[in-house]
């Protein structure tokens, strides 16, 4: 139990242009899903904390109009980069929490590349 | 904010000697929770500690919680090449949003 899903698993994309990564929790309800950015050889880095049907909120020096989050549904939350930049380029990596527990389940991660 | 040290950053080790990690949050936790992050993989969930001086054991792995519920280590015995990667603690310091502060890690190579 407790899988989640990422998409896609890689991406190259030209500067400028926007990428959007699924996050999806498979067989439970995600009531706080959580992105993380997390450079070669680093620590995770939380960006935002992401609770269905409200705005998500994020961490300081993370831009939200650059990085938009939506969390529609109880197993859905989406993170949008948008106009990437070659700094931008990272392994993004989502979490669910399962409703009532802080037990952070993580997806398998989308690495972006951006030329 | 909240801060969580974690060190050693690096350990080497030759198979079937010890290792641990030790983390030290800079806040009073309610929780902490353990990572194993294998190279090229994503972070998966080992153990979460909550008591006062909380011991877990994971066959060779020991996870011991402090007293003050601010510092924590995890020891595994007798390393196996199968132990490779890189283990986090995460600090949870209470609230609603179940928000957790990473350490930044240690690498466990172990040589064959």
């Known amino acids: 139990g407790a899988v989640v899903s990422q998409h896609p698993s890689w991406v190259i994309c030209k500067s400028g242009t926007s990428v959007k990564i699924e996050c999806r929790s498979l067989?439970?309800?995600?009531?706080?899903m959580f992105w993380y950015r997390q450079f070669p050889k680093q620590s995770l880095m939380l960006m935002a904390t992401?609770?269905?049907?409200?705005?998500?909120?994020?961490e300081q020096g993370v831009e939200k109009d650059k990085f938009l989050i939506n969390h529609a549904s109880l197993t859905l939350s989406t993170l949008t980069v948008t106009s990437a930049h070659p700094e931008d380029s990272s392994f993004y990596i989502c979490?669910?929490?399962?409703?009532?527990?802080?037990?952070?389940?993580f997806g398998p991660g989308t690495r972006l590349t951006v030329l | 904010g909240q801060q969580v040290m974690q060190i050693p950053q690096y350990q080497h080790v030759q198979e079937g000697e010890d290792f641990t990690t030790y983390c030290n949050s800079s806040?009073?936790?309610?929780?902490i929770q353990w990572y194993k992050q294998r190279p090229g993989g994503h972070p998966v969930f080992l153990i979460q500690?909550?008591?006062?001086?909380e011991v877990k054991k994971q066959k060779r792995l020991t996870f011991q919680f402090g007293e003050a519920k601010k510092n924590s280590s995890l020891h595994i015995t007798a390393t196996q090449t199968t132990d490779v990667g890189t283990y986090f603690c995460?600090?949870?310091?209470?609230?609603?949003?179940?928000?957790?502060?990473f350490g930044k890690g240690t690498l466990l190579t172990v040589n064959p």
């Open positions: 979490s669910a929490t399962n409703l009532g527990t802080d037990t952070q389940y």
């Open positions: 067989d439970f309800q995600a009531t706080t």
């Open positions: 992401s609770n269905e049907g409200s705005k998500a909120t994020y």
């Open positions: 806040t009073t936790l309610s929780n």
């Open positions: 500690l909550v008591k006062s001086g």
């Open positions: 995460a600090g949870n310091s209470g609230g609603s949003n179940y928000k957790l502060t």
